[in-house]
């Protein structure tokens, strides 16, 4: 699961016009971990919501709905710890949109972006599909945890596979570039944030409780 939601903020970085990216999900006790960053930066600003309790991306867990910031700079009352790490980490706008399957809350996609003025309409709209590819990857994975066998484990290896390679056909096809490039690096944007996911994974520190 790990790798989708690598490939997932990947496509985020290079798609859209976020420089950043970062997925939080949800363990078995509704307790937030981070799962998946584009960069080191990315990773700062996610464990800083983590860690004061406050953020987009956790508003946007809590009720369901997506959060959009077109200037972080205004939200300094409201999350002020959040917001002065961001700035710091060079980010001036950010969107986040809840990661959920059916009515469970699984997490949230955030994006950040340099310059204020939030996503277009079609980038917010490619954030809810990554949203959603989030959220089937993440339910195949608990229904293995429930049901592991090694057959099991097989077929989710194969679907997570087979999502993959639909989300890449889908941004292929929609920018016109080969579906072995979807992901890579010559599709990118020139984002100022490498990518860098193995790298910052989190290992679980600072989690933030709902």
Request: with cysteine; aromatic share 6%; charged share 25%.
């Amino acid at each position: 699961m790990i790798d989708t939601m690598d490939v997932l903020v990947r496509g985020c970085t290079t798609f859209t016009a976020a420089i950043a990216a970062g997925i939080l999900l949800s363990d078995s006790s509704e307790v937030l971990h981070v799962a998946a960053s584009s960069s080191e930066r990315a990773a700062d600003a996610e464990e800083e919501q983590l860690g004061a309790h406050e953020g987009p991306c956790l508003d946007a867990y809590r009720p369901g709905t997506t959060i959009e910031v077109p200037d972080i700079a205004d939200a300094r009352g409201t999350w002020p710890a959040f917001s002065a790490i961001a700035e710091a980490r060079g980010y001036r706008a950010v969107h986040s949109v809840p990661i959920r399957f059916g009515s469970q809350r699984l997490g949230a996609l955030n994006l950040f972006l340099a310059e204020p003025g939030g996503l277009s309409g079609r980038d917010a709209d490619l954030a809810e599909a990554m949203a959603l590819y989030a959220a089937n990857s993440v339910e195949r994975h608990r229904k293995l945890q429930r049901h592991a066998t090694v057959r099991d484990q097989m077929q989710v290896m194969l679907e997570d596979r087979v999502l993959i390679e639909q989300a890449k056909g889908v941004l292929a096809q929609r920018y016109g570039v080969p579906m072995d490039q979807a992901f890579g690096p010559a599709a990118g944007r020139g984002s100022q944030d490498a990518y860098e996911p193995a790298r910052y994974r989190s290992k679980n520190r600072r989690p933030a409780i709902r």
